[in-house]
């Protein structure tokens, strides 16, 4: 079997992190979670469930995504074999090893899964520490030219989507590669290297979900860590709660529409 490293990044994510490491540790053969300074648990929680982890030092005071995609390829750069780097909102389900070495025996050296919109239907609902993440919150919107047009309004991807029905839109996925590094754009949404899309294996985003005060909490803390001499830089971190809620409630529309259920996938 080929070996696979995780690596992430992080600041103050002890509400996501139980599930995701949980989810994850029996998936990979490694992980480097680069932490960004968090003030609250998550070092702890990193060194008490997946204590053969590596957790670093991030050398950057702001959270500046293009030196942050810069510091996660010098992190590729060491790291011999396959390497995907997912933020704690992504969950990267199917048979990760499997799959790997079924596109490395036909000599792809880079794929990217098909992603999912993840969305609180029940927002009152209360969490369990102990049930996954996605069996409490199933449901997510295919990240597809359909969403793109309904929530990004572009007439572009859907035309593109129209007359080239082969093309597929990056979206929320994650590229997965054995390349020295991915060559990544400013938030690691495309890359430079050729890339073959897959559904063997899914990415579920959890952007909107769970849509509780934790969760509302945590998508508005970041604003403290983007860099004060830019004020435009990371625009989509620089958001009210009113804004936040108002793509909440779009997206739960959605959800309702095309939404699927991802416990059944």
Known sequence: ???????????????????????????????ILINHASTDNSVDIIKSMAPDWQVIDSSLQEFDALMTDFEVQKIEDKIAGWKVCLNTTEFLLGPVKNTIAKYERL???????????????DPEKKLSADISLIEQKPRGIPDNIIYNFLIRRSIRQLLKGIFKPRWRH???????????????NVGRHSWVHQAKPIDDLTICWFGFSPWNKEGIDRKLGIQQKLPKSNPTWGGHHRVSFE???????????????????????
């Open 1 to 31: 079997m080929p070996k696979i490293t995780l690596i992430s990044h992080f600041y103050n994510e002890e509400m996501l992190l139980p599930y995701w490491i949980r989810h994850h540790k029996d998936l990979f053969d490694h992980a």
């Open 107 to 121: 000599g792809v050296k880079s794929i990217y899964p098909r992603a999912m919109i993840m969305v609180d239907e």
């Open 170 to 184: 990056v979206g929320r996925s994650r590229l997965i590669h054995c390349n020295r590094i991915a060559g990544y």
């Open 243 to 265: 804004k936040l809620q108002k793509q909440y409630l779009r997206h739960r529309w959605l959800a309702k529409v095309l939404g699927i259920n991802m416990v059944f996938k």
